[in-house]
């Protein structure tokens, strides 16, 4: 039975969030589900027990998310909730305020929140450590730790040794604060350092017992609500100000001047003390304290950056064998968007890192893109718990002289001769697809067998037509009357031949010792340039390039 029965309601809300019920036996996924949530648990101890960060922030925030998926794909209710390091009652307090998580929407979403409301103000989605101070008559009396949403961690002691706290304020106020505990950053870029570590380097320092002075002189505080303050943001504002709080520093009225996307924008490409995620959009006025509540305010909404690191579920791994016989493992994703792009499949460059990942079907990977064009395999977050037996090929079964026929296991290394061959041979239209089509339809066998094709052949591909073929034999035509020295190159020759060495003939009768004393030919060079021209293989493809009068053969 699969995962889907669930219904048609559900399937499409998870769709909606990019996420989408696996399609695996409910018996497998409710025992990854298991694994997995044992996974974050683990994650949650060494975090708020030891203050170690065993997972970057946004891979974790990504693993909660997915693990929520599943579990509503079996009929459950999401039970995760975020430890705290004490977890007793007399460890822990109260929340007085709501502390919930926010919404989160795209550019649509956002333009649907915004077009709606009135009076709409923006701040940066501060990275770090969220707490509610509470303050009588001017005095720190609690400070408390998000926690799990209903109760958080008594903060109160360590938060009085932290400079950025004041611990009186310079009016006898009573007021309820809600902020972010970061970690200070120096002109920090986020576009440029997504991986700041900010969040866990907070809470490592205040999982420690005694953490020292310049520890605590690294956190700084971010007040972005007081839920009992005044009405309207121009005010509270200004009494946060006054109260030697920055907020208004980094909150910002929306207008057609300056809109959320150009707040969004500035703050990821702008240096800034702190690390950030977003931004949030909120309503001046909100709703009055109410209590712990499970369910996202409706009056703020967050708007994330794009993901510059993603955490994306194995869909297959393929072991492609390219031109020079050197076996590269591509792992093929369930499509994830970075910066934008979508990206479905990553290459992680040679047998080795595949078997040091051991990476299969179902496992949960991070992605990123090098450069921010390269998509990339960091790291395997979480091992799936059903492992697929995969095969790779043998590296010693392929080499540069291997696979110029379409023998049992060739179909990789000759289509990436086929392609190299018709890129160095300038054929306009010709490429991997070409190739692949005329492979399958068995009219190339071979890395020549193009030149004596026929354009009834060619139609036998899927895809082409009369159009297509008779501009594909026009291509062929043209590549016979390549440069000699092209068609060397085409055909495979390792670096250091030289077509002014002589024609075919001749370079085919040099001697190692005659190779190596060409300039920048070495031992190791001239013996595979001699493997090259004496390679039976090779040695009939230049006759048959001979025979139909190709110059230099």
């Not at 910002?252 to 702190?274: E, K, M």
Request: with cysteine; proline share 6%; charged share 20%.
């Amino acid at each position: 039975m699969k995962v889907g029965w669930l219904g048609g309601l559900l399937a499409m809300a998870l769709t909606a969030q990019g996420e989408e019920c696996p399609d695996w036996p409910e018996e497998r996924l409710s025992r990854e589900s298991q694994a997995l949530a044992e996974q974050v648990r683990l994650w949650d101890t060494a975090y708020h027990d030891e203050g170690v960060a065993l997972i970057d922030d946004a891979l974790y925030d990504q693993a909660v998310e997915r693990l929520t998926t599943w579990q509503r794909c079996l009929g459950h209710v999401p039970d995760h909730r975020p430890l705290t390091r004490v977890t007793s009652s007399s460890g822990t307090l109260e929340h007085p305020a709501a502390q919930r998580g926010l919404n989160k929407a795209d550019d649509e979403g956002i333009r649907r929140f915004t077009s709606r409301r009135e009076d709409l103000w923006i701040q940066p989605k501060v990275d770090g450590v969220a707490i509610t101070l509470r303050y009588a008559d001017g005095e720190l009396v609690e400070a408390i730790s998000r926690g799990d949403g209903e109760r958080g961690q008594d903060w109160t002691a360590r938060v009085r040794q932290l400079s950025a706290v004041p611990n009186r304020l310079p009016e006898p106020v009573s007021a309820l604060l809600q902020g972010e505990l970061y970690w200070r950053l120096d002109e920090h870029v986020q576009s440029r350092s997504p991986s700041s570590g900010a969040r866990g380097a907070v809470a490592g320092a205040m999982a420690q017992s005694s953490p020292d002075a310049a520890t605590l002189e690294g956190i700084g505080l971010f007040v972005w609500g007081w839920p009992d303050g005044p009405t309207g943001m121009e005010n509270r504002l200004a009494q946060l100000s006054a109260l030697g709080f920055d907020t208004a520093d980094y909150t910002y009225s929306l207008d057609d001047r300056h809109d959320a996307a150009y707040w969004r924008d500035t703050w990821f490409n702008g240096p800034l003390p702190f690390a950030t995620d977003g931004v949030v959009i909120k309503q001046a006025e909100r709703p009055g304290v109410r209590r712990w509540s499970s369910s996202p305010p409706e009056w703020a909404i967050a708007w994330k950056y794009p993901a510059q690191q993603a955490l994306a579920e194995v869909r297959g791994i393929e072991f492609r064998v390219g031109r020079t016989g050197r076996v590269t493992p591509l792992v093929w994703l369930n499509p994830v968007l970075l910066e934008g792009r979508r990206i479905s499949r990553v290459s992680l460059g040679s047998l080795e890192r595949w078997e040091s990942l051991d990476v299969r079907p179902g496992d949960q990977v991070a992605v990123t893109l090098g450069g921010l064009t390269i998509p990339q395999l960091t790291e395997v977050v979480w091992h799936t718990q059903e492992r697929s037996p995969l095969s790779p090929p043998s590296p010693q079964r392929y080499h540069l002289l291997s696979c110029f026929e379409l023998t049992p296991g060739c179909e990789s290394q000759l289509l990436a001769r086929l392609t190299y061959l018709g890129d160095h041979l300038t054929m306009q239209g010709v490429g991997e697809g070409t190739w692949q089509a005329l492979i399958e339809a068995g009219v190339v066998t071979g890395l020549l067998d193009w030149l004596t094709v026929e354009p009834a052949e060619l139609e036998q591909a899927y895809g082409i037509g009369n159009a297509t073929a008779a501009a594909l034999m026009e291509q062929f035509q043209a590549a016979r009357f390549a440069p000699y020295a092209t068609w060397l190159e085409a055909l495979g020759m390792p670096p250091g031949g030289s077509a002014r060495l002589g024609d075919w003939s001749t370079l085919s009768g040099l001697t190692r010792s005659e190779w190596q004393a060409q300039p920048g030919v070495g031992p190791v060079r001239a013996e595979a340039l001699v493997a090259f021209f004496s390679h039976p293989d090779v040695q009939r493809m230049a006759a048959q390039l001979n025979e139909m009068g190709v110059e230099g053969f």
